[in-house]
């Protein structure tokens, strides 16, 4: 929960005063010091993660403090005295979904956020960079005199970007970085930012492209001029009063009188929410939801608010109405290797209004590179972000334990789908998938006896949702599990294919697990050679897809398609064109992306 404490405790208020007061003095003197650029501590964002500091001074490329020392201890979110230089790694609160940097400096972190990509600038100090469109910094500062500021970023960029300013919420104006270098940073300026006495909030927001961003600096450059312009009440960015309305009028959040008719008026197309005026536009029916533009949606549009909890019945899947269900959708790269697109629920909502995706698989590889072993808590937390994402968005998720060598690590697996059990397992979005891929394994005597163990503690918190169960040599083997299937009433059985390797032997062997009356479910494929058609071996054979396709969509089987990822592979669908919150044309779309796009679509 965030709390809201402007002063802190009494016994810090005495303290503060003096410094504002102080600095404030020095400022109308005309005095240049480095100490009313001191950070101020603020608890505007309370967390429990917030201690006290050392000195956080930082001698960053390029800026213009006086200080020779550098401490760069983990910042823990304070405020600062304007005039000031501040450091971008300083932020009080971020957004930042780009987490992807996993060599930090230990002096290179922010502890309100220690999975934003804080790095070494390249002529020291540190820097926030990977930066995404929309991605946000909040930063606190102290106004101790109404004045016009002049705002000089020092940034950045190889492609382009576009930084806007917001204040306590509204956007005063923006800055164009040029396509140069993303080590060769230099001074861009903002000016005439207008800010009254007192605190506020300062949001950096990334609107276009992406920077590297080291510091900005802001100067008191002269008086803060009134400036009502339309706005007949309330005050202006001054702090100085642009009038009172009459008894009987009120003033909107634009500023301007207005009567008890003319609030009315306001709502507009609005049909529920709050007009300008604060009055309400309508409330909506039943399970409805009151968007942020006052319209009321219905949440039964989503995947799972159709079709609901997931039963199995023979070889089918069913809904939550008895009807039978295939579920279509799309799987991350290995998140060991990719994060942002994976973690981006905004390209996940996109893929849903407008590819029809009606399920993400989540790929947690467990070895390899960095995999989920090397740092599990944080692994965790990327795979619950994902998961949260797909809640959010009515969307099915197949949490997948993506390896290849799942018997080594069976007490991982219990404990890592235990954890998720525990907190999701009365979602019915959640699907689990407890072993990517066994290698030449024996059915009975090796691969059921893990999958029963790792089920078992899965269902000691969740008795219904899903399970996909792995099947011998890289899931193409259903076959095998024919005379001895897991004893429970909500297991599908892994099929995997890559169009150019397998043919319709894969697919008989698939087949004999569906006339047994088994569910086959198809959580990983590709139009490619098996090894995802690498540079050294690429092609995507569009023929066999088809049947593969038309074999699946005859009998139900649900699937993923890999990967949501830019990689050099042809089973990697996206451009690096392709925006993270998604959008995507069609130069956004290579490889097999286009039969993937067909597919989803079919029938819709």
């Known amino acids: 929960m965030i709390t809201l404490n402007l002063w802190g405790n009494e016994g810090e208020v005495m303290q503060r005063m003096m410094i504002v007061v102080a600095c404030g003095l020095l400022v109308l003197l005309g005095s240049l010091i480095t100490g009313c650029g001191e950070k101020l501590e603020k608890s505007l964002y309370e967390q429990d993660t917030i201690t006290g500091t050392g000195d956080e001074t930082d001698s960053d490329s390029g800026n213009d403090s006086d200080s020779d020392s550098q401490t760069d201890e983990p910042y823990v979110g304070e405020g600062v005295v304007l005039p000031a230089l501040i450091e971008a790694e300083h932020f009080v609160a971020a957004n930042e979904f780009n987490q992807d940097w996993d060599e930090q400096d230990d002096s290179c972190t922010n502890a309100l956020s220690p999975g934003t990509d804080i790095l070494e600038a390249p002529e020291g100090g540190c820097l ?3 930066t995404q469109p929309g991605e946000w910094f909040e930063y606190i500062v102290y106004v101790p005199e109404a004045a016009s500021y002049d705002v000089d970023f020092f940034v950045g960029s190889g492609v382009g970007a576009i930084l806007s300013v917001s204040v306590d919420g509204v956007e005063r104006d923006t800055v164009t970085v040029l396509e140069t270098d993303w080590d060769n940073l230099e001074e861009l300026t903002m000016e005439g930012l207008l800010l009254s006495q007192g605190e506020h909030i300062l949001r950096v927001t990334m609107k276009a492209g992406a920077a590297n961003f080291d510091w900005f600096r802001m ?3 002269g008086e803060c001029i009134s400036a009502c312009g339309p706005r007949n009440c309330g005050e202006d960015e001054c702090g100085n009063a642009c009038g009172t309305c009459n ?4 003033c909107s959040e634009e500023q301007i009188c207005l009567d008890d008719a003319a609030c009315a008026a306001t709502c507009g197309d609005k049909v529920c929410g709050l007009n300008v005026c604060g009055d309400s536009c309508g409330t909506c029916d039943n399970d409805d939801i009151c968007t942020p533009t006052g319209y ?4 039964q549009g989503t995947p799972v608010a159709l079709h609901g909890q997931i039963s199995v019945s023979g070889n089918k899947l069913l809904d939550k109405n008895g009807e039978v269900l295939q579920l279509k959708g ?3 790269q290995w998140l060991n290797w990719e994060q942002k697109y994976s973690t981006s629920t905004a390209a996940l909502q996109w893929m849903r209004d407008n590819w029809a995706l009606e399920l993400l698989r989540v790929a947690n590889g467990v070895e390899n590179d960095n995999g989920y072993l090397v740092d599990p808590v944080e692994r965790m937390a990327m795979v619950k972000q994902i998961i949260e994402g797909a809640i959010e968005s009515g969307v099915y998720v197949i949490v997948d334990w993506h390896t290849h060598e799942g018997l080594d690590h069976i007490e991982e697996a219990k404990a890592f789908f235990t954890e998720i059990a525990q907190a999701y397992g009365d979602e019915p979005n959640i699907i689990y998938e407890v072993f990517n891929e066994p290698l030449q394994l024996d059915w009975s005597l090796e691969l059921a006896p893990y999958h029963e163990e790792v089920i078992a503690a899965i269902r000691a918190y969740d008795e219904n949702n899903l399970i996909i169960v792995g099947t011998p040599r890289w899931d193409q083997r259903p076959d095998e599990v024919v005379d001895a299937p897991i ?4 297991i599908a059985y892994a099929l995997h294919f890559y169009a150019c390797s397998h043919d319709a032997d894969i697919r008989d062997n698939g087949q004999e697990a569906l006339d047994a009356n088994l569910p086959v479910f198809v959580s990983e494929w590709g139009a490619t050679h098996a090894d995802g058609g690498t540079a050294s071996n690429p092609g995507v054979c569009e023929e066999s897809a088809r049947e593969w396709h038309s074999w699946m969509q005859a009998n139900d089987i649900s699937w993923a398609a890999w990967k949501m990822s830019t990689d050099g592979d042809d089973s990697a669908f996206l451009s690096s064109s392709a925006s993270v919150n998604g959008g995507w044309g069609e130069d956004d779309i290579k ?11 079919d029938e819709q």
């Open 128 to 130: 926030i960079g990977y």
């Open 219 to 221: 100067d008191n450059v």
């Open 247 to 250: 008894d009987d009028d009120i």
């Open 296 to 299: 009321c949606w219905h949440p």
């Open 330 to 332: 799309v799987s991350t």
């Open 487 to 490: 004893d429970d009433p909500a």
């Open 591 to 601: 490889g097999h992306g286009y039969l993937i796009h067909e597919f989803l679509m």
